[in-house]
């Protein structure tokens, strides 16, 4: 409710009140907006204690407002309705010329188009999917994503399965087994990416270039020999494998560019059972949620997702060997967040943390320095944190991103001899202009990066901010030549997030303003000012 809030009035972009206080302004605000008639649509909701939260937020007014929720359990949706079942409508599998549609379409293009031959056997699948959307789009988005022809005796394959597979007559439950019968077929590296979403919490916006880079920080993507440099080769390859997933219907298009380029997706509650369970079942994450009952641990742990939320006296399991955690996502209070030094050999570290109501000190985070195999870092905070002085030692870093951190006290100034470094996010109070000091980065410095690709920074804080044309000028006089750069934003306001969306594949600027320096990076592909 609070991004929606944001999403309306970016004015509450840096609302970090304490967690109740949150609860209280954000529904007063929210009741603001809903003054006059409206509509809302809640979807896929699973709890209704959630409903029970977010209900006082709605005005009772008399202006024909409607409120839609959405949910696949009976008795979430009779609580919303007050337990007026009259108010509840079943949605009821698809007919048979909808289903027909969906497939179709999504294999050969329309129904048209599909060959005679294959007609009665498709038709089959069809009805074996008994009208469920997802199942029938995930065979049919299947099929299509095969390296060979669609043939009569992969169509024959495949009906032979679902007969084989799909027992049970509940409708989640045959979603399920398509969807197993899909992943079961998947090659060996897709299986590994769509399995690390479960490092994510549940509902969480995913973005694509973020993904990527976590995805080879983790040595999940392989490429082949070819021309251009290797890190591009590998970002390239895992871009492929994020819309390969698209197109096989596991993940859903959340933002869009203009080039109807996917930036974002979400993970459907039925597949995130599936990654969930299979997770599970091939000891790939290890999933601990505070308000949700855990599985069994293993001790033996390579992936580490701690859900914390504001809980305050949330511990990490004993039983963990941290030496062997390879990646690490950590959502919390900083009192519950374990010793980052203990995780010895971790190649990405995404820290989301939180700070008690008064916290004047910053948080400690200078043990990350001794992580001499970390690839990927991002700190996202509501209260300061301290960053290690000295993180030469770093020399596999390839992403630092601290763009979301409300404030750092420094970035350490040997940042220039980090020799992998290729996406470099910047807080929004570091003052990037000014002279390099023995404790804080600059501008200046950051041209010494000459693989940098990706950099996202600001300079609201500078003397001039009141000029862009010379900061612009500044930055200019900086980077012109940087032969590497493909992507830069730099923010004048209080986020880079109100500049520009991640990812988007356009050359664009928000200024008046074109600075001429920008016809010297010859390989820029996003650029925002």
Same mark, same amino acid.
């Given at each position: 409710?609070?991004?929606?809030?944001?999403?309306?009035?970016?004015?509450? =972009?840096?609302?970090?009140?304490?967690?109740?206080?949150?609860?209280?302004?954000?529904?007063?605000?929210? #009741?603001?907006?809903?003054?006059?008639?409206?509509?809302?649509?809640?979807?896929?909701?699973?709890?209704?204690?959630?409903?029970?939260? !977010?209900?006082?937020?709605f005005?009772?007014?008399?202006?024909?407002?409607?409120?839609?929720?959405?949910?696949?359990?009976?008795? +979430?949706?009779?609580t919303?309705?007050?337990?007026?079942?009259?108010?509840?409508?079943?949605?009821?599998?698809?007919?048979?010329?909808?289903?027909?549609?969906?497939?179709?379409?999504?294999?050969?293009?329309?129904?048209n188009?599909?060959?005679?031959?294959?007609?009665?056997?498709?038709?089959?699948?069809?009805?074996?999917?008994?009208?469920?959307?997802?199942?029938?789009?995930?065979?049919? *988005?299947?099929?299509?994503?095969?390296?060979?022809? %669609?043939?009569?005796?992969?169509?024959?394959?495949?009906?032979?399965?679902? #007969? &084989?597979?799909?027992?049970?007559?509940?409708? &989640?439950?045959?979603?399920?087994?398509?969807?197993?019968?899909?992943?079961?077929?998947?090659?060996?590296?897709?299986?590994?990416?769509? /399995?690390?979403?479960?490092?994510?919490?549940?509902?969480s916006?995913?973005?694509?270039?973020?993904?990527?880079?976590?995805?080879?920080?983790?040595?999940?993507? %392989?490429?082949?020999?070819?021309?251009?440099?290797?890190?591009?080769?590998?970002?390239?390859?895992?871009? !492929?494998?994020?819309?390969?997933?698209?197109?096989?219907?596991?993940?859903?298009?959340?933002?869009?560019?203009?080039?109807?380029?996917?930036?974002?997706?979400? +993970?459907?509650?039925?597949?995130?059972?599936?990654?969930a369970?299979?997770?599970?079942?091939?000891?790939?994450? %290890?999933?601990?949620?505070?308000?949700?009952?855990?599985i069994?641990?293993?001790?033996?742990?390579?992936?580490?997702?701690? !859900?914390?939320?504001?809980a305050?006296?949330?511990?990490?399991?004993?039983?963990?060997?941290?030496?062997?955690?390879? &990646?690490?996502?950590?959502?919390?209070?900083?009192?519950?967040?374990?010793?980052?030094?203990?995780?010895?050999v971790?190649?990405?570290?995404?820290?989301?943390?939180?700070?008690?109501?008064?916290?004047?000190?910053?948080?400690?985070?200078?043990?990350?320095?001794?992580?001499?195999?970390?690839?990927?870092?991002?700190?996202?905070s509501?209260?300061?944190?301290?960053?290690?002085?000295? =993180?030469?030692? /770093?020399?596999? /870093?390839?992403?630092?991103?601290?763009?979301?951190?409300?404030?750092?006290?420094? =970035?350490?100034?040997?940042?220039?001899?980090?020799?992998?470094?290729?996406?470099?996010?910047?807080?929004?109070?570091?003052?990037?202009?000014?002279?390099?000091?023995? *404790?804080? %980065?600059?501008?200046?410095?950051?041209?010494k990066?000459?693989?940098?690709?990706?950099?996202?920074?600001?300079?609201?804080?500078?003397?001039?901010?009141?000029?862009?044309? $010379?900061?612009?000028?500044?930055?200019?006089?900086?980077?012109?030549?940087?032969?590497?750069?493909?992507? !830069?934003?730099?923010?004048?306001?209080?986020?880079? $997030?109100?500049?520009?969306?991640?990812?988007?594949?356009?050359?664009?600027?928000?200024?008046?303003?074109?600075?001429?320096?920008?016809?010297?990076? $010859?390989?820029?592909?996003?650029?925002?000012?």
């Open positions: 409710m609070l991004f929606i809030l944001v999403y309306v009035n970016p004015a509450y =972009i840096n609302f970090t009140d304490v967690p109740d206080a949150i609860h209280t302004h954000t529904h007063t605000n929210v #009741r603001g907006f809903l003054a006059c008639r409206y509509l809302i649509v809640i979807d896929d909701l699973w709890d209704a204690s959630v409903w029970d939260i !977010i209900k006082y937020a005005p009772n007014g008399n202006c024909g407002s409607r409120i839609i929720i959405t949910t696949q359990i009976e008795d +979430v949706a009779l919303c309705c007050c337990d007026r079942p009259e108010h509840v409508f079943e949605m009821k599998p698809l007919d048979d010329a909808h289903s027909r549609m969906l497939f179709f379409n999504r294999l050969f293009g329309s129904e188009d599909c060959p005679a031959e294959f007609k009665q056997v498709s038709n089959e699948i069809i009805d074996i999917c008994g009208g469920l959307p997802l199942a029938t789009m995930n065979i049919a *988005s299947h099929l299509a994503n095969q390296q060979t022809a %669609v043939s009569l005796d992969l169509l024959t394959y495949i009906r032979d399965s679902l #007969r &084989s597979h799909l027992w049970s007559s509940s409708t &989640s439950e045959r979603t399920r087994q398509v969807l197993t019968l899909s992943y079961n077929n998947l090659p060996h590296y897709l299986k590994t990416c769509l /399995l690390y979403l479960h490092m994510y919490p549940e509902g916006i995913i973005w694509k270039d973020d993904l990527s880079m976590q995805w080879v920080a983790e040595a999940s993507i %392989v490429t082949q020999k070819g021309k251009g440099q290797y890190q591009d080769r590998l970002k390239k390859a895992a871009g !492929i494998c994020f819309d390969e997933l698209i197109d096989r219907r596991f993940i859903q298009p959340s933002y869009i560019n203009y080039n109807n380029e996917v930036l974002s997706c979400t +993970v459907h509650d039925v597949v995130r059972e599936l990654i369970h299979k997770s599970a079942e091939e000891n790939f994450i %290890v999933v601990v949620d505070y308000n949700r009952k855990n069994a641990l293993s001790h033996k742990v390579r992936r580490l997702s701690l !859900i914390f939320g504001d305050k006296y949330a511990k990490t399991p004993e039983n963990i060997t941290k030496s062997q955690v390879r &990646s690490l996502r950590f959502f919390g209070l900083f009192d519950c967040m374990p010793c980052i030094r203990d995780f010895k971790l190649r990405v570290l995404n820290l989301q943390l939180s700070g008690h109501c008064g916290l004047h000190d910053p948080i400690d985070l200078t043990g990350i320095s001794e992580l001499f195999q970390l690839r990927y870092l991002k700190i996202a509501d209260v300061c944190i301290k960053l290690p002085n000295h =993180i030469r030692g /770093l020399q596999c /870093l390839e992403t630092l991103d601290v763009m979301d951190a409300t404030r750092v006290t420094a =970035i350490p100034w040997d940042i220039i001899h980090l020799p992998h470094l290729f996406h470099l996010a910047l807080p929004v109070d570091t003052n990037l202009l000014g002279t390099m000091t023995d *404790s804080v %980065v600059s501008l200046w410095s950051l041209c990066l000459n693989y940098l690709q990706d950099l996202y920074l600001t300079i609201s804080s500078t003397p001039c901010s009141g000029h862009p044309e $010379k900061n612009m000028d500044s930055v200019g006089s900086l980077l012109e030549g940087h032969g590497s750069l493909k992507n !830069i934003v730099v923010s004048h306001g209080p986020s880079v $997030k109100d500049i520009v969306v991640p990812g988007a594949s356009t050359r664009h600027t928000a200024a008046s303003y074109f600075p001429k320096f920008l016809n010297g990076l $010859k390989n820029l592909v996003t650029c925002a000012f």
